[in-house]
């Protein structure tokens, strides 16, 4: 049920507010037709979920032109000059049901949507220069878009998906709009902006050189795992604060190491610094070798162990295993070394959001749509065993940390509390109460005397963790104007 308004909401907010790329003009033009501009966006948008690379309908892909001309179980459905002999047209402008998209996914293409393909294939079909009939589609499709500008001032407030202190513990990195928001933990005050190519980040974790790694996309556009330098020369100002380029300067942007086919939603860092984990919607893990610097990061596991997506990645102190939450409603652990899942942990028996790993690798906390915080540990022959569930919230339960020193676990989510429970005894020990809307993020400072706590609603909580004190709240969203109710569908 989450996990549903997981993906759709965070989508919706300040959609409207962007300067989204326009999509193709959908009506007969002047200019000839451009495959790759005009055809192949309206294909993605009303065709390519059905008929993907993976398992398309009627073994019709179309996410190539190769393919697109094979026509699946039937032949080439496009006579080239010929729209009125096209089969392409002919399912297009169907009335019963052959029509394509079919009746139940909702209304026909537009008149004008199918008078564009019409003319493009009466223009004799062509496919534009350079393009390679092998080529894959979406990834071309991904090489024409680039993200909006940073905006100036918000007008509604941005979720904060992810944040992270610094090393030094004095700033605090935010997911904004397209871009990373540094502030200043003491005055809450905002110091530098990092434009970037992902809309939304959704992880985001420091490295041991001082590098930051984010995790974030596009839902259901593109994934993206990128490594950024904070301390490069911003580019220019925006109201007085340096804008940094994270999307082309290759000083800010040291690396990109993951395009995918749908959003990034985790990360983790190995204890010894050696290997970088990322898990997403693709339903992958993949695990890279950063022994020799980010520059020379070397992917050598694709791990696929989950059958939905994955939404938490978390390194056992043995830098091998990996434990792993997915929307499957599983909880796994994989072996590296041994190239092969270990356990399986199925009490959550809903998807599971998070996953952690405590320090000596005895136990692994993981949480819930069952708004529960589960402890576990394996018990060899593919076997996890549940210590104990730590109940009391009273919604989905989206992230769970751990305390550094002290025996404590944050867990936070849908009701808008975080609390704290004793990781041995299990014991609640104090509730930190003041969000206003879902809290979607967590993070502690390295010295451990600092809890920083993000929202739905931009929301961004300073707290005590020994007392539970509020030290600040400021709204994450730079220089928003209206405080709009964010909407939930
Ligand atoms: C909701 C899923 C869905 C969507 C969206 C969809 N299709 Fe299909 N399509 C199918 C299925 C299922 C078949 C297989 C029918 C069969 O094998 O009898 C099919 C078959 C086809 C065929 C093969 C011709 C035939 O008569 O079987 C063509 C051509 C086609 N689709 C074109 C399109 C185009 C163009 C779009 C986008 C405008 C589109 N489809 C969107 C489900 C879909």
Redesign the pocket.
């Known amino acids: 049920m989450f996990s549903r308004i997981f993906r759709k909401a965070f989508g919706l907010i300040l959609v409207a507010a962007s300067a989204q790329q326009a999509m193709a003009q959908a009506t007969p033009t002047a200019k000839p037709v451009s495959f790759i501009r005009d055809i192949a966006p309206?294909?993605k948008e009303?065709?390519f979920?059905?008929?993907g690379s993976k398992n398309p309908?009627?073994k019709?892909d179309?996410t190539k032109v190769e393919s697109l001309r094979k026509?699946?179980?039937?032949e080439d459905?496009i006579v080239n000059g010929k729209p009125d002999e096209s089969?392409?047209i002919d399912?297009?402008k169907a009335t019963d049901v052959?029509r394509?998209?079919?009746k139940?996914?909702g209304a026909p293409?537009s008149a004008g949507k199918i008078a564009l393909v019409e003319q493009w294939i009466a223009e004799g079909a062509k496919v534009d220069q350079g393009l390679d009939v092998k080529t894959d589609l979406l990834k071309e499709l991904r090489k024409l878009w680039s993200p909006p500008a940073i905006l100036g001032k918000y007008a509604f407030p941005v979720s904060v998906t992810a944040l992270v202190f610094t090393p030094d513990g004095k700033q605090l990195v935010t997911s904004g709009h397209h871009e990373l928001c540094v502030w200043d933990v003491a005055t809450g005050t905002l110091v530098k902006r990092v434009s970037i190519r992902s809309r939304r980040a959704m992880a985001l974790t420091y490295l041991p050189d001082g590098k930051l790694v984010m995790a974030g996309g596009r839902p259901g556009e593109e994934g993206d795992v990128s490594v950024y330098d904070l301390s490069a020369p911003p580019a220019r100002q925006e109201n007085n604060i340096p804008v940094l380029n994270g999307v082309s300067d290759p000083k800010v942007l040291v690396k990109r190491l993951l395009e995918a086919d749908d959003e990034v939603e985790c990360l983790s860092v190995s204890p010894d610094g050696k290997k970088l984990a990322a898990g997403g919607c693709d339903r992958l893990i993949q695990v890279w070798d950063i022994s020799a610097g980010i520059p020379q990061a070397k992917l050598t596991d694709t791990i696929e162990n989950h059958a939905d997506w994955v939404f938490s990645v978390a390194f056992f102190p043995d830098n091998n295993r990996l434990g792993s939450a997915s929307r499957d409603k599983t909880a796994k652990v994989w072996d590296l070394k041994a190239k092969e899942s270990i356990a399986t942990f199925p009490e959550h028996q809903n998807p599971v959001f998070g996953v952690i790993v405590k320090a000596d690798g005895s136990a692994c906390y993981s949480v819930g749509d069952d708004k529960q915080v589960r402890a576990w540990n394996l018990t060899g022959d593919q076997g996890a065993k549940q210590i104990r569930a730590m109940g009391g919230a009273a919604g989905s339960v989206l992230k769970v940390i751990q305390h550094g020193k002290e025996p404590w676990l944050f867990s936070a989510g849908a009701d808008t509390k975080i609390r704290l429970n004793d990781r041995e005894k299990g014991d609640q020990i104090r509730e930190f109460a003041g969000h206003k809307d879902y809290v979607l993020s967590l993070a502690l400072n390295p010295a451990g005397d600092l809890l920083a706590s993000g929202g739905w609603d931009g929301e961004i909580r300073l707290w005590n963790p020994k007392d539970g004190k509020l030290t600040k709240a400021f709204n994450a969203s730079p220089g928003l104007q209206v405080s709009a109710p964010v909407a939930k569908p």
Do not use: R, Y
């Open positions: 309206l294909f009303n065709c979920g059905c008929h309908k009627g019709f179309m026509g699946g179980t039937k459905p089969h392409l399912v297009l052959s394509m998209p079919p139940e996914t293409l």
